[in-house]
């Protein structure tokens, strides 16, 4: 009597393909093994690509039915939907970068047959399998490039996985929003002009007059250190930036190309930045403010008026990532280009 093993391996040849040669998930029980699940689908802008496919009541597809409604619900126009590996139910950990490079040559021909503007590969291995890159969470939301053989290039922009976002729905906020900062950049194309510039206080004057300008104004002042390493005790300050409506400073302080090397001209640069910093008028504005003014204090210098960028977005929204650059995906996602 055979086996249901038996049965699995006089069959898994099902939907095999001559590309796939040498790949050791055919000789894993699947139902079926490669599945060109691109094969009917049309031109589409936009391309959801899952992990691997799911195959349920003889149905293989690249989301299950929830996933598939999340991804609907925040979508923001018509897209498609496939696999990046195309046999079912693959972890991770199936995935040898041999196996990897085989797959990969499907994943190819499903861009070239769809054609999109831009792609979401949803999870770490469909991110894997475009940019050759792991770390989801930390990479979600930035922007990379993808190019065929055949010379068709796509944007591409990992996202969690909707089942993620099913199983911890704080999940949502970010799936939504890195999203909706894609399709408005590349396929709506709303893209903002950077005006962005600094002035380098690099003289004596420069230095007095930033000085007079901020030691006495009454609007928000952003300021951030730049240092030589996390220990205040031991590390120095290199750089420190200011930034208000009306401009953009950066001072070098121990910079090895600092114009400040006199002791009476750091003795100068010191008291420049204390009176901006301890003007009580206005509001200084800091993320992870404790870091900064761990330093600060240790050149005997003491903020006042302090605003932490990094506790109010915890107040905002309590679910979401808190760092600097997870901020400036969320709300400037513009700014960011191949990071």
Not at 299 to 314: F, R
């Amino acid at each position: 009597m055979s086996t249901l093993e038996d049965l699995y391996s006089e069959h898994k040849s099902c939907g095999d393909n001559d590309l796939c040669n040498g790949c050791s998930i055919l000789n894993k029980s699947k139902p079926v093994h490669a599945v060109m699940d691109y094969e009917k689908k049309a031109q589409c802008d936009v391309l959801f690509l899952s992990d691997s496919l799911t195959h349920k009541f003889g149905d293989t597809k690249a989301f299950s039915n929830q996933e598939y409604d999340l991804i609907k619900e925040c979508a923001k126009g018509e897209f498609e939907t496939a696999a990046s590996v195309k046999c079912p139910s693959v972890r991770e950990l199936d995935m040898s970068p041999a196996n990897m490079k085989i797959c990969r040559q499907h994943l190819e021909d499903t861009l070239d047959k769809i054609q999109p503007k831009l792609v979401f590969p949803c999870g770490n291995l469909a991110m894997k399998m475009l940019i050759k890159k792991s770390g989801i969470t930390n990479k979600r939301g930035r922007s990379y490039t993808f190019e065929t053989e055949k010379g068709h290039e796509v944007v591409v922009v990992p996202i969690f996985h909707p089942f993620s976002v099913l199983q911890e729905p704080k999940n949502r906020y970010l799936f939504e929003t890195d999203i909706r900062n894609a399709y408005e950049k590349y396929i709506q194309h709303k893209t903002c002009e950077n005006k962005f510039t600094y002035n380098v206080v690099d003289t004596k004057e420069k230095l007095r007059d930033l000085a007079n300008k901020l030691s006495s104004i009454t609007e928000p002042v952003a300021c951030d250190i730049e240092t030589t390493g996390l220990d205040f005790r031991r590390d120095k300050i290199m750089t420190i930036a200011f930034s208000t409506d009306e401009g953009n400073w950066v001072v070098p302080c121990e910079h090895k190309d600092t114009p400040f090397t006199e002791p009476d001209q750091k003795a100068a640069l010191w008291f420049s930045i204390r009176k901006i910093l301890e003007n009580e008028k206005s509001r200084k504005i800091f993320h992870n403010a404790k870091f900064d003014l761990k330093f600060l204090i240790n050149y005997g210098i003491y903020p006042s008026n302090i605003w932490d960028t990094k506790i109010l977005h915890h107040i905002l929204n309590e679910n979401t990532p808190k760092g600097l650059m997870d901020l400036v995906k969320l709300y400037f996602s513009d700014e960011l280009e191949n990071l």
